[in-house]
């Protein structure tokens, strides 16, 4: 059983920021050196127009070139949006539109799409962009510190259990020295809770199906609910794919072979169950 650290620890690892889902929630707006469809780095002035418009627009761009940036972006990047404009062109019309991507790359939000018939292509994007702009006038952006401070209070969570991951790479530093073959681990996991799932299916059923639900004001945060209506965990998304820190206890959700799994310290033990949830 205590082979199984090593699975806790590699989730562990990952361990960064959590997520935002509103646009006022985004500090930072990260524009690229070169969009796909160009040939070359702010062709036709394109990425530097780009810039300029979230700034028309009251946002903070940084491109993503620059070599000084912000120390709070620097310490968790998931208060910025990177922003992309998607060619969609036929021989008539040039056809632009912004879309904006959070840390976990989840589309936030798409704008109209700008056109131009002019062929002079410098001309037409200039155009068909700032008419893509022109959907960020009635989203009145506006940053909202508020999430900010919830974040970094959920964060400060994850920093607290800095200890037990030293102590716990130390321990996987040992165990690699034991043993080359880390899929063991993986089958003595699978093989007990194979065993644990025959033995309590009825109980299984209840309690470890599963649905998450959005808890209000923390767009990164949710309760899993279970078939009776009853709050089972509240989970904090890690900034990781598939990985959360759940509230109040010494475990972590994630998933292992495409499977929910809740690794949790049960005194010198870790104890890891299989979860089916849905969200």
Known sequence: MKKTVLILLTFFAFIATFAQ???NDYKYIIVPEKFEFLKEADQYRLNSLTKYLFEKYNFEP???DDVVLPSDYA????????ADVLKESNFFKTKLLVQLKNCKNEVIFTSVQGESRDKNLKVAYNEALRQAFTS??????NYNAKNEMTLNQEIAVVEEKQEEIDKLKAEVKQLK?????ENVVV????EQQIKKEESSKNTADSTYRLRAEAIPDSAFAYNLINSNGNKVYSILFSGKTDLYIVKDRDAIIYKLNNNWVIAEANGNDLKVIALE???
């Open 177 to 181: 020295e034991a043993t080359k073959d």
């Open 136 to 141: 960020f006038e009635s989203e009145n952006y």
């Open 75 to 82: 310490k968790n990047n998931c208060l910025a949006l990177k």
């Open 62 to 64: 940084i491109m993503a």
């Open 187 to 190: 089958e003595e996991v699978k």
């Open 277 to 279: 949830i849905k969200f």
């Open 21 to 23: 889902q509103s646009l």
